[in-house]
């Protein structure tokens, strides 16, 4: 198992989030954490990378229980994290970015360079030189991807990646992590976007309020129409 969640509770200041979540990740396997805005999906992200420090429970990596790890402490054991406000350095070009990100190989995993990120975004290749901030939101996105990569990570979170980027990125963002699952990599995607889920998942879980209102195969999910319609149409 490479991520394993138990009981879950997590909180922003006085108010609960999180809702005794439970949620698991296999080694090369894409799960989608699905929901509306407003669902916990970022809040759980955050309380697995360790940004969340009022939390109770127990998050396993790789067997490891890093509950109460600090966020550089976690990345550092692999486990990447692709936030939905991007936050690429805007002042770095495209290779400082990617340069930032790097971290040693990891076991037997084959490692990550700038020249292998590039076949997957071949967008980046051609803007290399480009500072951050003169790039649109998709390209903003595919280069947070790319630097996590850099980080040669077991995992990746994938915080809402299709959200407001044209259709062909989108596509492309389909293409790359298809690539990153076949080299390995295991994802757990947060999404509100079921199309696009559906291209790329293994398994699913909707969450509604904090809580898990369903767990299973994409396939299983899509033959539930009271779950979509409950707990994820708009």
């Known amino acids: 198992m490479m991520l ?7 909180w922003y200041g006085p108010a609960h989030i999180l809702f005794g979540v439970d949620l698991e990740v296999s080694a090369g396997e894409v799960v989608a954490l699905l929901g509306r ?3 916990g999906k970022s809040t759980t992200f955050k ?3 360790g940004l969340l420090a009022r939390k109770t429970g127990t998050i396993r ?7 109460a790890l600090q966020p550089f402490e976690i990345a550092r054991k692999g486990l990447g994290y692709v936030p939905e406000e991007r936050r690429i350095f805007t002042e770095l070009t495209v290779e400082e970015n990617l340069e930032v990100g790097r971290q040693p190989a990891r076991g037997k995993n084959a490692i990550w360079t700038p020249e292998r990120v590039y076949e997957i975004f071949p967008n980046l290749a051609e803007m290399r030189k480009r500072p951050g901030g003169a790039m649109s939101g998709g390209e903003q996105q595919m280069l947070t991807i790319a630097r996590t990569l850099m980080g040669n ?5 994938l915080d809402e990646p299709s959200e407001g980027i044209s259709p062909k990125i989108v596509e492309q963002m389909a293409q790359a992590i298809t690539i990153m699952k076949q080299s390995g990599i295991s994802v757990l995607l947060s999404e509100q ?3 696009f ?8 879980y ?5 809580t898990v209102q369903f767990s299973g195969t994409i396939k299983q999910l899509t033959e539930r129409d009271d779950i979509r319609t409950a707990y994820l149409a708009l």
Do not use: H, K
């Not at 394993?4 to 997590?10: E, Q």
């Not at 990596?61 to 509950?67: K, P, R, S, V, Y």
């Not at 990570?153 to 979170?157: A, E, F, G, H, T």
């Not at 909707?206 to 904090?210: A, H, I, K």
């Open 193 to 195: 976007n079921l199309p």
């Open 197 to 204: 889920a559906r291209l790329i998942s293994d398994r699913a």
């Open 153 to 157: 990570p077991y995992l990746v979170l």
């Open 37 to 39: 805005n407003g669902a």
């Open 4 to 10: 394993s969640i138990s009981g879950l509770n997590s």
């Open 61 to 67: 990596f790789q067997n490891d229980d890093i509950t």
């Open 47 to 49: 309380s697995i990378i």
């Open 206 to 210: 909707v969450l509604e309020n904090g």
